[in-house]
């Protein structure tokens, strides 16, 4: 098992930049693939990004490619999400996941170890 715990939400106006961190700890950090998750107010949960085991490949939803970029580093057991050009449609909740399926498929997550979340807000 892995234990998650996200960090460097916030509020932050429209254009600027945030750079979430997602520090592990229970379990072989590298044995998981990890991915970013957001969820809005009314909306269902969403994949934001994904990331393998070793960092060498990502995934990106269409909404945010070119803006977020995640990334690992397996040494410091910590995933990242760095969010820039942050628009007032990312505001939501993000979560990090840890999971040991294929690491762009959101159906792979179903049974994924998860964060407590940590709030985004993008004002105009």
């Known amino acids: 098992q892995v234990q998650l715990v996200e960090s460097g939400g916030g509020l932050v106006q429209a254009g600027g930049s945030l750079r979430l961190s997602c520090a592990a700890s229970?379990?072989?950090?590298?044995?998981?693939?990890m991915g970013w998750f957001r969820q809005a107010p009314g909306k269902e949960r969403e994949i934001v990004a994904g990331?393998?085991?070793?960092?060498?490949?990502?995934a990106y939803r269409d909404s945010v490619k070119g803006r977020f970029t995640i990334s690992r580093d397996n040494a410091k057991k910590t995933a990242y999400l760095q969010m820039n050009s942050l628009k007032p449609e990312d505001t939501a909740v993000y979560y990090c996941?840890?999971?040991?399926?294929?690491?762009?498929?959101?159906?792979?997550?179903?049974?994924?170890?998860w964060g407590q979340g940590t709030q985004v807000t993008v004002s105009s």
């Open positions: 229970g379990d072989t950090f590298s044995s998981y693939a």
């Open positions: 990331i393998n085991w070793s960092g060498r490949s990502t």
């Open positions: 996941a840890a999971s040991r399926g294929n690491y762009y498929r959101q159906v792979e997550y179903e049974h994924a170890y």
